[in-house]
């Protein structure tokens, strides 16, 4: 493992990065950033990118890798364009989707921020094939953002995480539907911390969770304001697999901050806001897809073994 300042390095910056930027594009787009992530069951590495034109509002659009890192093809026009005359909660575009496959429903679950006249929801679509989209309508009602299903029903129900915002804190919540349509049994799941730390007052779910065998492990941002700007970092907690709402082990540190240049100068400077992730075949590579300053994609890898062994080196109960 390599350090930094002493500190060990989790995951590691692909020399190629960024991976992606607006000049990859079949047509005009001002940004490409904080893109979900899956693999096909062929193998190939979807994206599915927030892109964000010159008005500021965004659309997604999805990008195929035969390899993950480079060749990409992106789609010749938009994949998923709001539709605010049916759905007038994405009246100012859709932004940060990050996609689960839900195995009961042979399909991939696509949450992500609808910017509706009453701030920033949350909606969740789902797709086969990344073409066509049913959508499921807004899910949580404003300000909640940074959503992501589980990828199987706990004690029957789907559950769904997300981040209200909330003048006490920002904090992690998770809630549960027997049909993705109706939620409810909202419980409390990771909160902000408060004070000096990196992940005070605004916290929230950056990738989807990772199953593994000791949990869920989730990689979530915490937001520090300071007198230059936000600055967005990565921590993890782990969460019980029966019993998601139950954090197990929370780490101190933060693991992965804005450094490198592209994450620290775009149109949202100090960002790493990662939405998506895949594993190898090895079941321990992971791949971290993000977004850098609001700007570009780039890609870290990380083990997760050594994910679980800094949380238990570094963590404490929570
Ligand atoms: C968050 C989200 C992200 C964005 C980040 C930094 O609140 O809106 O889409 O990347 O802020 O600007």
Same mark, same amino acid.
């Given at each position: 493992?390599?350090?930094?300042?002493?500190?060990?390095? +989790?995951?590691?910056?692909?020399?190629?990065?960024?991976?992606?930027? @607006?000049?990859?594009?079949?047509?005009?787009?001002?940004?490409?950033?904080?893109?979900? /992530?899956?693999?096909?069951?062929d193998?190939?590495? +979807?994206l599915?990118?927030?892109?964000?034109?010159?008005?500021?509002?965004?659309?997604?659009?999805? *990008?195929?890798?035969?390899?993950?890192?480079?060749g990409?093809?992106?789609?010749? $026009?938009? &994949?998923m +364009?709001?539709?605010?005359?049916?759905?007038?909660? $994405?009246?100012?575009?859709? %932004?940060?989707?990050?996609?689960?496959?839900?195995? $009961?429903?042979?399909?991939? *679950?696509?949450?992500? #921020? /609808?910017f509706?006249?009453?701030?920033?929801?949350?909606?969740? *679509?789902? &797709?086969?094939?990344?073409?066509?989209?049913?959508?499921?309508?807004?899910?949580?009602?404003p300000d909640?953002k940074?959503?992501a299903?589980?990828?199987?029903?706990?004690?029957?129900?789907?559950?769904?995480?997300?981040?209200?915002?909330? %003048?006490?804190? &920002?904090?992690?919540?998770?809630?549960?539907?027997?049909? +993705?349509?109706?939620?409810?049994?909202?419980?409390?799941?990771?909160?902000?911390?408060?004070?000096?730390?990196?992940?005070?007052?605004?916290?929230?779910?950056?990738?989807?969770?990772?199953?593994?065998?000791?949990?869920?492990?989730?990689?979530?941002?915490?937001?520090?304001?300071?007198?230059?700007?936000a600055?967005?970092?990565?921590?993890?907690?782990?969460? @019980?697999?029966?019993?998601? /709402?139950?954090?197990? *082990?929370?780490?101190?540190?933060?693991?992965?901050?804005? %450094?490198?240049?592209? $994450?620290?100068?775009?149109?949202?400077?100090?960002?790493?806001?990662?939405?998506?992730? &895949?594993?190898?075949?090895?079941?321990?590579?992971?791949?971290?897809?993000?977004?850098?300053?609001d700007?570009?994609?780039?890609?870290?890898?990380?083990?997760?073994?050594?994910?679980?062994?800094?949380? #238990?080196?570094?963590?404490?109960?929570?």
């Open positions: 493992m390599t350090r930094h300042r002493g500190y060990a390095e +989790l995951l590691h910056r692909h020399a190629s990065n960024p991976i992606l930027t @607006a000049g990859d594009w079949p047509y005009p787009v001002h940004t490409v950033f904080n893109p979900g /992530a899956t693999l096909l069951p193998g190939t590495t +979807l599915l990118c927030r892109v964000e034109d010159r008005r500021g509002h965004s659309h997604l659009c999805a *990008a195929r890798s035969a390899n993950g890192v480079d990409w093809v992106v789609d010749d $026009e938009p &994949t +364009l709001p539709d605010p005359v049916e759905y007038p909660e $994405e009246l100012w575009g859709i %932004e940060d989707p990050r996609i689960t496959f839900v195995e $009961e429903l042979g399909k991939y *679950a696509v949450a992500y #921020t /609808a509706s006249r009453g701030g920033p929801g949350v909606a969740l *679509a789902l &797709t086969e094939d990344f073409r066509s989209f049913q959508r499921c309508g807004l899910v949580m009602q909640d940074d959503a299903l589980l990828p199987r029903r706990i004690d029957g129900n789907f559950a769904l995480i997300h981040r209200p915002m909330h %003048e006490l804190g &920002t904090h992690i919540w998770i809630s549960v539907s027997p049909d +993705l349509r109706n939620w409810g049994g909202h419980r409390l799941m990771l909160q902000a911390r408060r004070g000096a730390w990196w992940d005070a007052n605004k916290v929230g779910l950056s990738p989807p969770l990772i199953a593994t065998e000791q949990g869920w492990l989730m990689i979530y941002h915490g937001v520090r304001h300071t007198a230059a700007g600055l967005y970092r990565l921590g993890l907690a782990l969460f @019980a697999l029966d019993k998601p /709402a139950v954090c197990l *082990a929370r780490g101190d540190s933060w693991m992965f901050g804005p %450094e490198a240049s592209y $994450e620290c100068n775009g149109d949202v400077g100090k960002v790493a806001f990662p939405c998506g992730y &895949t594993i190898g075949a090895d079941g321990d590579t992971i791949r971290i897809y993000y977004g850098a300053a700007t570009c994609v780039a890609l870290a890898t990380g083990s997760l073994r050594e994910l679980l062994a800094w949380l #238990t080196r570094n963590g404490q109960a929570c």
